[in-house]
């Protein structure tokens, strides 16, 4: 049973461009969440989704910021025109239901330059 | 919202030493786990432990959630133990977990 795959592992984009994260959970589960750790901070949540749903979109900035999981295919955390400061670490998590283990994927290590 | 606050911040040891790692939490809470991030910024889960104690070989965990907070315990530390220790909770409105700080520790050969 492969774990949360997360890809890619880096990403590097200038400023102004998009940049797409993709996660595939782990097989059976259907709840996903999206954390961000910047430099030298823990996690911070962003988004939690089922499958073609926004559950709880708290975390996420208002703009700039999206996310998606259809009903076919991976996770989708989108960032339209990147900043110097959405350089990051984007973790996926999934787990099979609410308050049950959530497992991570390896993260996205994104950099703006 | 729930607050998540890990003691200490940072731990050195010698190899070989035990540590006891600590997570409070301001809320009551369905969900609690504790994760090794290592040097490489992998998240490895070690517990998931909302109540009770349990134990996988030299790492156990013990919950004590009426009165809010939780201890990991190492014993007999290895190098490869190194990385940041993170508690996390879920929160009781649907299930997104809240990270504390994190221990930072180091354990020298």
């Known amino acids: 049973n492969a774990g949360v795959m997360q890809n890619p592992r880096h990403l590097v984009r200038r400023r102004g461009q998009e940049a797409r994260l993709r996660c595939s959970p782990m097989?059976?589960?259907?709840?996903v969440y999206w954390y961000r750790q910047l430099p030298e901070e823990g996690l911070k949540f962003m988004v939690y989704?089922?499958?073609?749903?926004?559950?709880?979109e708290s975390g996420m900035p208002k703009e700039r910021f999206s996310a998606e999981f259809p009903k076919e295919g991976p996770s989708i955390l989108r960032i339209q025109q990147v900043v110097r400061g959405d350089s990051a670490a984007y973790f996926c998590?999934?787990?099979?239901?609410?308050?049950?283990?959530?497992?991570f994927g390896q993260g996205t290590r994104l950099t703006v330059v | 919202g729930i607050q998540v606050e890990q003691s200490p911040p940072d731990l050195i040891l010698q190899e070989g030493a035990n540590s006891t790692l600590r997570c409070n939490f301001s809320?009551?809470?369905?969900?609690l786990q504790w994760f090794h991030q290592n040097p490489w910024g992998q998240l490895i889960n070690l517990f998931y432990?909302?109540?009770g104690t349990k134990q996988n070989g030299r790492l156990s965990a013990t919950t004590v959630a009426t009165e809010r907070y939780s201890l990991l315990y190492i014993s007999s530390s290895q190098t490869t133990d190194s990385g940041v220790y993170f508690c996390?909770?879920?929160?009781?409105?649907?299930?997104?977990?809240?990270f504390g700080q994190g221990t930072e520790l180091s354990v020298k050969p």
């Open positions: 998590a999934s787990s099979p239901g609410v308050n049950t283990e959530a497992f």
């Open positions: 097989k059976g589960h259907s709840h």
């Open positions: 989704l089922q499958k073609e749903n926004i559950i709880d």
């Open positions: 809320d009551s809470v369905n969900n």
């Open positions: 432990i909302p109540s």
């Open positions: 996390a909770v879920g929160d009781n409105q649907g299930g997104k977990l809240i």
